[in-house]
């Protein structure tokens, strides 16, 4: 009676040492090749934990590759086994060519992940907020145009190492490089337009003439800078609507930037007023008025009368504020006090419009007075044609009948 031992690689060798293929020693190798893959992964994430204390940033990027790195060394190790034991058929050729293609689609994942890790921590030195400098906003305006151009590129990377796999896909790409300038020219005319936005992103990023959180005016429109893409700007507009702007626009078409080199910005406000006004108590009140509020940066305060024509005068007024979001409250508020300062304080200095009375019987006598009587007047109505004179004729000769009816419409 024969006694039963357990299977070891051994048995799967032939007298030669060349492993013999086979559906069993397939999944033997496949569980074996896992095991090492599971091992691996526990050592990283030791090392990782052991070294988090001291670079605290390694445990934030294991999270960010975890079930990456996780499914691509499972798909490895199962590569591995398929190259090593499966019997070779058409099942194990295609499963072979789908845990290939696995295998570049999982590791393009995880650089992607990587890269997505790398430049949030390097835009995270660049806060974007209200208090945001201008290097900072260019910092981040830059690090995210190269983290799309990064991400796109790997893409493509990983999609071009995916379809080479395929011997068929390699046929076309032998013939393609054959044709290569013809399909240039036809490739650079069809999307002609595309590349120019992805030229044109390429340049607003690394030219510095909009940034990130930008204050600016775009097809009349008032807005801030809120996403910079490769081929297009997403400006939300003070009413929380979204333009988006392809980026050619910034390249090719003149624009407002109210923040260009500095946040900071003056506005005005006018109002029409009486004669009566006086400017040198409305600027103390300008002035009470912006000391006891924190919109005013305390750079630029003046009055002034800009205009004095048609019965009223119109006073002009000069404020500064840090931002614009700042300064557009600050010119509605001076606006709202000086109104009220003008009903409460200086009810004279309200706009008025004067009318002059003139007395009928201190008119000019010496107007011409028209006899009613006198039919010379009443002919001025038809005159320049002897037939316009005849019907004055007509229309002036006195009736026989008083009751007879007028003969103006014969």
């Not at 398929?82 to 058409?90: F, Y």
């Amino acid at each position: 009676m024969s006694v039963a031992h357990p299977l070891t690689l051994l048995d799967f060798v032939d007298a030669e040492g060349v492993p013999e293929r086979g559906w069993v020693f397939f999944i033997v190798l496949a569980v074996l090749t896992l095991a090492v893959a599971a091992v691996v992964l526990v050592l990283v994430e030791l090392l990782v934990r052991l070294s988090a204390p001291r670079q605290p940033w390694t445990a934030v990027l294991l999270r960010h590759t975890r079930l990456a790195l996780r499914l691509l060394l499972a798909a490895v190790a199962v590569q591995v086994a398929v190259s090593l034991a499966a019997p070779e058929t058409r099942f194990s050729e295609a499963l072979d060519r789908i845990i290939t293609v696995s295998v570049i689609g999982l590791f393009t994942w995880l650089l992607v992940e990587s890269v997505d890790f790398a430049f949030e921590g390097a835009m995270a030195r660049f806060p974007i907020g209200a208090d945001a400098t201008r290097a900072a906003r260019r910092a981040h305006t830059q690090l995210t145009f190269l983290q799309r151009l990064a991400t796109v590129i790997i893409i493509v990377v990983g999609v071009s190492a995916a379809l080479l796999t395929f011997p068929q896909m390699q046929a076309v790409g032998a013939s393609l490089l054959a044709s290569a300038g013809l399909a240039g020219i036809v490739a650079g005319l069809a999307a002609q337009s595309t590349l120019s936005n992805v030229f044109a992103g390429v340049q607003i990023a690394f030219s510095d003439a909009i940034r990130v959180d930008d204050i600016v005016i775009v097809e009349g429109e008032w807005g801030r800078i809120e996403e910079i893409t490769l081929t297009y700007v997403v400006v939300r507009i003070w009413d929380d609507r979204r333009l988006v702007v392809p980026s050619t626009h910034f390249t090719s078409t003149p624009f407002e930037n109210w923040t260009r080199t500095g946040s900071e910005l003056l506005g005005s406000v006018e109002l029409d007023l009486d004669w009566r006004v006086s400017p040198a108590a409305m600027r103390v009140r300008l002035a009470s008025v912006l000391e006891g509020t924190t919109l005013w940066d305390r750079r630029v305060s003046v009055l002034q009368v800009s205009d004095a024509v048609g019965g009223l005068v119109r006073v002009r007024i000069l404020v500064s504020a840090a931002d614009a979001g700042s300064l557009f409250d600050l010119r509605n508020y001076v606006r709202e006090q000086l109104v009220e300062w003008v009903q409460l304080e200086s009810p004279g200095a309200m706009p008025r419009t004067r009318v002059i009375m003139v007395d009928r019987a201190s008119a000019d006598d010496s107007a011409p007075v028209v006899d009613p009587a006198d039919d010379s007047a009443k002919r001025q109505l038809f005159s320049g044609t002897p037939e316009a004179h005849q019907r004055a004729e007509q229309m002036l000769a006195p009736s026989a009948d008083p009751d007879a009816p007028s003969r103006a419409g014969t």
